[in-house]
């Protein structure tokens, strides 16, 4: 399982979140919503890791999931990009290769 951000979703987490060097993102699991799990969404936060299964660092910041949560992903990567039409952050799994 990995990580992936695209430069439009590391700008996003620079502006929006006001994301700085040094900092650390938390992609979490959290009840309601429609995503890769039904009745489940992918949330996220300023956060420091606990038990980070997955990280990415880019630009000094480290993205992350905590082990926890390892069951949603069932062994997909993330992929975050920002949908141009909402300004939001957009989420998308693709099965790890074997």
Known sequence: ???HLSKDARDWFHN???????????FFVRYGGAGLQ??????????SPYEALVRLE???????IEEADQ???D???????????????SYSYEPKEA
């Open 71 to 73: 069951w949603y992903f």
């Open 1 to 3: 399982m990995e990580i």
């Open 75 to 89: 062994e997909h990567d993330l992929h975050v990009t920002v949908d141009d039409t909402l300004g939001e952050l």
């Open 58 to 64: 880019e630009d000094e910041v480290l993205y992350f």
């Open 38 to 47: 039904p009745g489940f969404s992918l949330g996220v936060t300023k956060d």
């Open 16 to 26: 929006e979140m006001e994301v700085e060097a040094g900092e650390a993102v938390r």
